[in-house]
């Protein structure tokens, strides 16, 4: 879902996040074809409604020539740069800096009342020993961080999360008591869906919108808790697994008889 287009005067940009429904609706009343450009590919944006009201801009014809990852990935940078606008942050893409643990360019970069956030937008395969090393340049120049990853980028590192986490903190063996989760606390992370809407998940049935969970690692209310990621929502993220436990059981049950 792409929010933002350029002007092909080059007076700016249309940004779907910050208009309002009437300026929105304006802009689709009088815009022209070739007015407005694709940051994928230059080709000219029809700003359109989706199907559950989301204001976006879509391809005249519907043909990019990137490719669909790499138009997943600017799609989301320009998303979470506008929602941490929003949140009131000085925001940009591609950020370089450096501290004493190495460089980094981060994906999307916010800074707000002297909080530096550095958000990366993992589209494809890293292994878990480079999302650490990564990660630990971050926090070792004092710079809060987050990883968004797209599901299949998402489902692969907890599971290389979780087995970490087993060797080193369990001794190989699952914890008999409890709920284990999958992720470990020096790498905040969570799943980023644009499709059909923008929406922010994550183990243990977390569930955030983008500017909630912006908001709640700026404010450092995005807490790694007995290896689940959460905001203030762990009472409802158990409540949830528990009641898909109970359903799992009584289809089991249901398919005996
Ligand atoms: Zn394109």
Redesign the pocket.
């Known amino acids: 879902m ?1 929010i933002e287009a350029a002007y092909a005067d080059g007076t700016g940009a249309a940004n779907a996040l910050h208009m309002s429904q009437a300026q929105w609706e304006e802009l689709q009343r009088a815009y022209c074809v070739g007015d407005l450009l ?6 000219p944006a029809i700003p359109k409604v989706s199907a559950n009201g989301y204001p976006f801009f879509a ?1 005249l014809g519907g ?4 490719s669909e990852e790499s ?1 997943w990935h600017l799609a989301a940078k320009i998303l979470v740069r506008s929602v941490l606008e929003d949140l009131g942050c000085r925001a940009s893409v591609e950020m370089p800096g450096s501290g004493d643990a190495g460089r980094w360019q981060a994906d999307v970069w916010g800074e707000r009342n002297g909080v530096r956030l550095a958000v990366e937008i993992q589209r494809s395969y890293q292994s878990l020993r480079d999302y650490r090393k990564r990660q630990e340049r971050y926090r070792e120049a004092g710079v809060k961080s987050l990883w968004l990853l797209r599901q299949e980028r998402y489902s692969t590192l907890t599971k290389s999360m979780g087995k970490e986490r087993l060797r080193t903190e369990f001794g190989g063996k699952f914890p008999s008591a409890g709920h284990f989760g999958p992720c470990l606390s020096d790498l905040p992370v969570a799943m980023l869906e644009l499709d059909p809407a923008p929406t922010v998940k994550g183990a243990g049935f977390f569930n955030a919108t983008l500017p909630n969970i912006l908001e709640a690692v700026l404010s450092e209310r995005f807490l790694c808790i007995n290896g689940l990621w959460c905001i203030d929502n762990l009472d409802s993220m158990n409540n949830a697994a528990r009641l898909s436990r109970e359903r799992f059981a009584a289809n089991r049950l249901a398919a005996k008889m």
């Open positions: 792409v694709m940051p994928c590919c230059n080709a391809h043909a990019c020539s990137t138009q």
